[in-house]
Nanobody, 124 residues
Framework: QVQLRESGGGLVQDGGSLRLSCAAS????????MGWFRQAPGKEREFVAR????????YYADSVKGRFTISRDSAKNTAYLQMNGLKPEDTAVYYC?????????????????WGQGTQVTVSS
């Protein structure tokens, strides 16, 4: 079992920045990949970013590429999502997730463990 808890959400103005954190506990942090997803009201949950178990590779949705950066700190059992240049369309609940698969996994169904989510609101 893996337990995940997000933090760092909030209200920010258009063009602002936030850093989300995802603290993991349970199984060894270095054995699973981490992903970030988001879900806006009335929309499906969508892929944002993913980082492999060792941090060697990362993947991004086209909508956030160049603005968001995913990272992980094994010493702190924590994954991060640095979000710069935020836009109103980035407003959503952001979730972190963990899975044991390799490669580029963008479907929520491929992730076994989820956090409870943190709200990010970008005002125009």
């Amino acid at each position: 079992q893996v337990q995940l808890r997000e933090s760092g959400g909030g209200l920010v103005q258009d063009g602002g920045s936030l850093r989300l954190s995802c603290a993991a506990s349970g199984r060894s942090f270095s054995t699973y990949a981490m992903g970030w997803f988001r879900q806006a009201p009335g929309k499906e949950r969508e892929f944002v970013a993913r980082i492999t178990w060792n941090g060697g590779r990362s993947y991004y949705a086209d909508s956030v590429k160049g603005r968001f950066t995913i990272s992980r700190d094994s010493a702190k059992n924590t994954a991060y999502l640095q979000m710069n240049g935020l836009k109103p369309e980035d407003t959503a609940v952001y979730y972190c997730a963990a899975d044991y698969n390799s490669g580029d996994r963008t479907s929520p169904r491929e992730y076994a463990y989820w956090g409870q989510g943190t709200q990010v609101t970008v005002s125009s």
